[in-house]
């Protein structure tokens, strides 16, 4: 699965993008660290590895709600591969 992991201080909330098995807990052992996202900054900071998070899916990761959502507001996917 690939989902967030919320590090920082308290009520300083800053994320890493994992791919964790589901069952771990929130913050347990991840697999590899795909992407940051600050939602304190202004505009909000989205740094992602598509290139991982593309093999990932296709091994057959599942992106969380949340993920997905930042995927489509990411830069990136305004201008598509070719």
Excluded: C, F, H
């Excluded at 308290?10 to 660290?33: F, L, M, T």
């Excluded at 990932?56 to 992106?63: C, D, F, T």
């Amino acid at each position: 699965m690939i989902r967030l992991a919320r590090i920082g201080a308290r009520k300083q909330p800053y994320y890493r993008v994992v791919v964790i098995d589901k069952e771990r807990a929130r913050n347990g052992r991840s697999v590899e660290v795909v992407g940051l996202y600050n939602p304190r900054t202004n505009p909000t900071t989205i740094n992602l590895k598509r290139d991982r998070i593309d093999y990932w899916v296709s091994k057959g990761a599942q992106l969380s709600d949340t993920v997905s959502r930042l995927l489509a507001k990411s830069p990136a996917a305004a201008a598509p591969a070719a």
